[in-house]
C-alpha cells in the first residue's frame, strides 16, 4: 500500500457544505488543533437554510438562546425566535469571528467523492471539473436542501410566476395578486400569514393537515438584550430553553409511551384551533387525525388565524391538474392563479439526498447502493463501514431532534475523537467496524417501540420521517445521552490503520 504523505494532500479535511454544520464542524476542528481544512459550499454565500430560505416570515421554530452555538452565544436576537435574517447574519459573524471565512470556498459544487485506496484519501470531483484531495471528508450537507417539485400533471404548463419557497423571488409583487399556496408545512405556515394581509385573493391547497402550537415568542426589547450581558444570563436562558425543547421534541417523540407529552400537546394544539379559527367547517378540516409528533409540527400565532380573513381560502380537495392558467381540483374546480408558491418541501431520507452527489467508498461501493440494500444506517449517525475517514454530520440515526447545534456540536465531538487518535497513531485510514455499526443499528431499532412515528395514526400523517423502508432514521436517544456518548464511545469501535498505525 503507497499511503499519500498529508503535504501531498490538498488539505488534511475537506469540509463538505458552509451550513451551520459546516461553520461548526470547522470552528470545532480548528479549536481541536486541525487548522487545515477547507470548507465547500455550493452557494454564493454561507448559512445554509439561512442562506437560501428567505420567504416572507421566515424564522427559527427553536428558541433562539438554544438555536446557536454553545460557544458563541449572542445576547442581542430580536425576538425569542429570531428571524431568518438575523441567522442568516449570526453565520457569517461565525465565519468572521472564528476566522473561518479564508478556508471557505464557494460557488463550488462537489459531483463526487471517491476514495483512493492507495493514498487513503478523498478525491473530490467539482462541478467545475476541479478535483480536491483531502484526508478526510466531514459531510455537513444537511439534508433539507433540494427543494421538492410536486409530482403534479401539468405543473410544466403552467404560464404564470411559480416559485418554490426555499427560492422566494423577491421581485414578484403579490400585491392584488391571486396567489395560490401548495402545501401546508412548516414553510407555508410562515409564509401564509405573511403574505395574505397583501394578495388579493389566497388559495392555500393542503393534503394534510399540520399541527399547530401556539409560539411562545415576543419580542426582546433593548432592556432585555442588555440584561442578557450579565454574566450568568445567557447561561441559565440557555438551559431554560433547552429543557422545553427536550422535553417538547426528543424526549416527547422517542419516549412517547412513557411520557405524556405528546397528548398534553394535542390538546394544546386544539385549543388554539378551537381559539383561532371561527368557521367550524375551516377549523374541521384543519384538524390534524394523526398523534401529535408523527410528523414536524408547527409553532405559528398568525397561521390558523390567516384563515379567518375574507381572502383567504382552504381547499382540501384533492389537486388533479396544474393548467396554464391555474389549478384544477378534483371535483373540477377551476382556481385561476397569478402566482403559484410550492411549499412542498425538500428532498429527504430519499435518493439523490444523501448526500446529492455520488460517495464511493472501498472497493467501489456506492454509499447509495449501499444503503439501498442495508437501508439507512450509520455508527451514531457519523461513520459507515466500508467508507473510511468520511464523517457526516447529520448521517442516519444521527439527529434525535433538538436543537440542530446540539448535533453539530455532539458529532464533532465524536469526529475529532477520531481524528485525534488518528493523528496520535500516525493512521492514514480511520474506518468504523462493522460490528459496531450492526450494534448500533440493533440498538436504534431496538427503541423503535418507544416511538411516537410507530403509532398506528403516524401511518396518515404523511410524514416525510419515514424512508422508502418505513423506517424514521432520527436517533432514538436524550440530548445528555446523545452527548456522554458522542465523548465517551469506545474508540475501538473504529479501526485506525496505515503505515505508521500499523508498524
Ligand atoms: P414539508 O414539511 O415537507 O411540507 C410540504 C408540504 O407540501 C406538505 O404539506 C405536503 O403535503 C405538501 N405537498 C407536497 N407535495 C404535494 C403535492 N403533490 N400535492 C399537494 N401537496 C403537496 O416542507 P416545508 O414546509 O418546507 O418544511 C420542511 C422542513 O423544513 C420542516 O419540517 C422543518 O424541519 C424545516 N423548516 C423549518 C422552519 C423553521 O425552523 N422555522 C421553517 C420551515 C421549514 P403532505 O403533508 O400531505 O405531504
Redesign the pocket.
Known amino acids: 500500500m503507497t499511503v499519500t504523505p498529508e503535504c501531498a494532500l490538498d488539505h488534511e479535511v475537506a469540509i463538505i457544505g458552509g451550513g451551520f454544520s459546516g461553520i461548526g464542524a470547522a470552528i470545532l476542528l480548528e479549536k481541536a488543533g486541525f487548522g487545515d481544512y477547507l470548507m465547500i459550499e455550493d452557494g454564493d454565500g454561507v448559512g445554509g437554510a439561512w442562506h437560501w430560505?428567505t420567504y416572507p416570515g421566515?424564522?427559527?421554530?427553536?428558541p433562539s438562546f438554544s438555536y446557536q452555538f454553545s460557544f458563541e452565544q449572542m445576547a442581542g436576537w430580536s425576538r425569542v425566535y429570531a428571524p431568518g435574517r438575523e441567522l442568516k447574519a449570526y453565520a457569517e459573524h461565525c465565519v468572521d469571528k472564528y476566522d473561518v471565512r479564508r478556508r471557505t470556498r464557494l460557488n463550488t459544487r462537489i459531483v463526487s467523492a471517491a476514495f483512493d485506496e492507495e493514498g487513503d484519501f478523498w478525491r473530490l470531483g467539482t462541478a467545475d471539473g476541479d478535483t480536491i484531495t483531502a484526508r478526510h471528508v466531514v459531510g455537513a450537507t444537511g439534508v433539507?436542501t433540494q427543494p421538492?417539485l410536486?409530482?403534479?400533471a401539468g405543473i410544466e404548463t403552467y404560464a404564470g410566476t411559480v416559485m418554490h419557497?426555499?427560492r422566494w423571488d423577491h421581485d414578484v409583487d403579490l400585491a392584488g395578486k391571486r396567489v395560490a399556496v401548495?402545501?401546508?408545512?412548516?414553510?407555508?405556515v410562515?409564509t401564509i400569514p405573511s403574505i395574505a394581509h397583501e394578495v388579493e385573493h389566497l388559495t392555500v391547497?393542503?393534503?394534510?393537515p399540520?399541527w399547530c402550537l401556539p409560539k411562545l415568542d415576543s419580542a426582546l426589547p433593548l432592556p432585555v438584550r442588555l440584561a442578557m450581558r450579565v454574566p450568568g444570563t445567557k447561561r441559565v436562558s440557555r438551559l431554560v430553553s433547552q429543557t422545553f425543547v427536550e422535553l417538547t421534541f426528543p424526549l416527547a417523540a422517542h419516549f412517547h409511551d412513557v411520557l405524556p407529552v405528546a397528548g398534553v400537546g394535542e390538546r394544546v394544539g386544539l385549543n388554539h384551533l378551537r381559539r383561532a379559527v371561527k368557521d367550524p367547517e375551516v377549523r374541521e378540516k384543519l384538524t390534524p387525525r394523526y398523534a401529535l409528533g408523527c410528523?414536524?409540527p408547527s409553532f405559528s400565532n398568525a397561521y390558523l388565524q390567516a384563515f379567518n380573513r375574507e381572502n383567504v381560502f382552504l381547499e382540501t380537495a384533492p389537486?388533479d391538474e396544474i393548467t396554464p392558467t391555474g389549478i384544477r381540483t378534483a371535483d373540477g374546480t377551476e382556481h385561476e392563479v397569478d402566482v403559484l408558491v410550492l411549499?412542498?418541501?425538500?428532498k429527504v431520507f430519499e435518493k439523490g439526498n444523501m448526500p446529492a452527489f455520488s460517495v464511493t467508498g472501498v472497493g467501489g461501493v456506492d454509499l447509495e447502493k449501499w444503503w439501498e440494500e442495508h437501508r439507512f444506517q450509520a455508527y451514531q449517525g457519523v461513520s459507515v463501514p466500508g467508507f473510511p475517514n468520511f464523517f457526516a454530520i447529520l448521517g442516519p440515526y444521527g439527529y434525535n431532534g433538538s436543537s440542530y447545534f446540539n448535533l453539530i456540536e455532539t458529532q464533532m465531538t465524536h469526529i475529532v475523537r477520531c481524528l485525534r487518535r488518528a493523528r496520535r497513531t500516525g493512521a492514514t485510514r480511520v474506518e468504523v467496524t462493522p460490528e459496531a455499526n450492526a450494534r448500533y443499528f440493533e440498538q436504534v431499532l431496538g427503541r423503535r417501540r418507544h416511538q411516537v412515528f410507530f403509532q398506528p395514526s403516524c401511518q396518515t400523517a404523511?410524514s416525510?420521517y419515514f424512508d422508502a423502508n418505513g423506517d424514521v432514521p432520527f436517533r432514538p436517544s436524550p440530548t445528555l445521552e446523545t452527548m456522554w456518548t458522542s465523548s465517551r464511545f469506545d474508540l475501538d469501535d473504529y479501526r485506525f490503520e496505515g503505515a505508521a498505525a500499523a508498524s
Open positions: 430560505n421566515v424564522a427559527v421554530d427553536i433539507l421538492k410536486p409530482e403534479i419557497t426555499a401548495i402545501g401546508t408545512g412548516a414553510s407555508a410562515q391547497f393542503q393534503r394534510t399540520i410528523k414536524r389537486i411549499a412542498t418541501g425538500f404523511n416525510y
